[in-house]
């Protein structure tokens, strides 16, 4: 168990309006990451965190913003949720013993109608 | 950027039987991961490989470090029903400051018939 929780677990919203998702973390690991899973693409990498406040863009982080005011809590919002980021969100960590190694929450399967 | 493949897409085996999958790079990578993902849950870690030609097991599963650094496989012996499930390999490559990113392959479904 690496002491990842995500909420919420499932959401269904409507298309235009802004969501939010929760990673929170009990290790106070320093590296945070976010993730979407999509049929025939696997895991891309939308945004991650190396610090309370530091954070970059990962390969699709069009249409996301994050935010890390706490070790502990990494934040991912949709300013404006869209049909096509209908999708499964995995927040992950690695552990400053072994930050080569990614750990993943259980997810949050989101839909856009 | 970096990619993956991951092979084969798919596999349909008897309990019993042994698996092997691997995944191939044109790029170098200097870490080399294997998660499983069951339905509804997130991937969770199996092996981790570090250095060129290294063989590390986890019980029934061993994985092996390509010796170009390009390449990585995973077998599972005496396969049994739980190990049905998307199995992922994921690598951390040479791009400095990549402030540990990983690319991940798009998986391999495994089914097992009892």
New interface residues.
């Given amino acids: 168990d690496a002491g990842i929780t995500q909420s919420p677990r499932h959401k269904v919203t409507e298309t235009g309006t802004p969501v939010t998702l929760r990673c929170h973390q009990t290790e106070n690991h320093r590296?945070m990451?976010w993730y979407r899973q999509d049929p025939?693409?696997?895991?891309?990498?939308i945004h991650?965190s190396?610090g309370v406040k530091d954070t970059?863009k990962?390969?699709v982080s069009d249409g996301y913003s994050v935010s890390r005011s706490k070790t502990e809590d990494f934040l991912l919002t949709l300013e404006s949720a869209t049909s096509s980021q209908t999708s499964v969100y995995?927040c992950?960590i690695?552990p400053p013993d072994?930050?080569?190694?990614?750990?993943?929450?259980?997810?949050t399967r989101l839909t856009v109608l | 950027g970096q990619q993956l493949n991951q092979s084969p897409q798919s596999m349909f085996i008897q309990e019993g039987e042994d698996v092997s999958m691997n995944c191939t790079s044109s790029s170098i990578f200097n870490t080399w991961l294997w998660y499983k993902q069951e339905p509804g849950e997130g991937p969770v870690l199996l092996i981790a490989l570090y250095k060129a030609g290294e063989l590390t097991s986890n019980g029934r599963l061993t994985a092996q470090f390509g010796i170009t650094r390009k390449d990585s496989f995973l077998n599972i012996s005496a396969s049994i029903p739980s190990d049905v499930g998307i199995y992922f390999c994921a690598g951390q490559g040479y791009s400095g400051g990549s402030n540990y990113k990983l690319t991940f392959g798009k998986g391999t479904l495994l089914t097992v018939n009892p």
């Fill in positions: 590296y990451y025939g693409h696997g895991l891309r990498l991650y190396y970059d990962g390969e995995f992950a690695a072994r930050d080569n190694e990614q750990f993943f929450g259980p997810g």
